[in-house]
């Protein structure tokens, strides 16, 4: 290719770089990172509307938001890669089975949440590889505005998350689960679900602790936990 400057241009605006000294050298598409775009999450239904003006006594809870969330981004492509996979936990749940936190149904109903037993108790999702984590949203109950209490939220690569852990959330305001006080504020559950934006960091296992809530039973529930990411690349 003749290098003039509509053809410089024409290579630069294509993402090609090629050196003007060497034109004979080969030219190299440069590495564009993935463009960003809104995750196509779907809600679930809203089982009550708004949450109280009072925030419950002995809680650190944020007031409501007034206006809409974002629609969180993640590069395009990004998939829930939560969706399917194998879930364990602390303890073995009080009722329902722990496929129910990621199998895709977000929907508030009799049997749609799985239930653990008081105190801490953690749920950890498998992503089955190390991937690009985006964005990770959090249903536990969304039946009525209450407030889990010690909510943290990590990732590793080490399934007993002893080597390498990252904390991405923590609002435990009393070091419940002693991993340290959290600095996160408390917040209502809606069907919005909970977000944390995680940045692209790259895990395999995403832990999550909490310890009851405000609800009527110190019990701990899970409804959905959805992961965003890129899949890895092998
Ligand atoms: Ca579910």
């Given at each position: 290719m003749l290098l003039t400057n509509t053809n410089l241009r024409h290579l630069y605006q294509a993402g090609m770089v090629c050196l003007i000294a060497l034109a004979s050298?080969?030219?190299?598409a440069q590495a564009t990172p993935n463009e960003m775009a809104p995750i196509p999450l779907k809600l679930p239904k809203a089982a009550f509307a708004g949450t109280p003006k009072d925030t419950p006594a002995g809680t650190t809870v944020d007031r409501a938001p007034t206006k809409p969330r974002p629609i969180p981004l993640a590069p395009k492509g990004a998939v829930n890669l939560a969706l399917?996979?194998?879930v364990t936990s602390s303890a073995a749940p009080f009722t329902g089975s722990l496929a129910l936190i990621t199998d895709g149904n977000k929907e508030v109903g009799d049997e749609t949440a799985v239930e653990l037993k008081p105190r801490v108790q953690w749920v950890q999702i498998?992503?089955?590889d190390i991937s690009s984590i985006y964005q990770i949203l959090v249903?536990?109950?969304h039946g009525q505005p209450i407030v889990f209490h010690s909510v943290i939220v990590q990732v590793s690569n080490d399934p007993q998350f002893i080597e390498g852990v990252t904390t991405l959330f923590n609002n435990d305001q009393t070091n419940a689960a002693g991993l340290g006080i959290g600095k996160d504020r408390e917040y209502f559950e809606t069907n919005e679900g909970k977000l944390v934006e995680t940045k692209g960091i790259k895990a395999r296992y995403?832990?999550?602790y909490s310890k009851g809530s405000t609800?009527?039973?110190p019990l701990n529930r899970y409804t959905e936990v959805e992961v965003w990411g890129l899949p890895a690349t092998k």
């Open positions: 050298a080969p030219c190299y399917g996979k194998k498998d992503l089955g249903w536990h109950y995403v832990r999550l609800y009527q039973d």
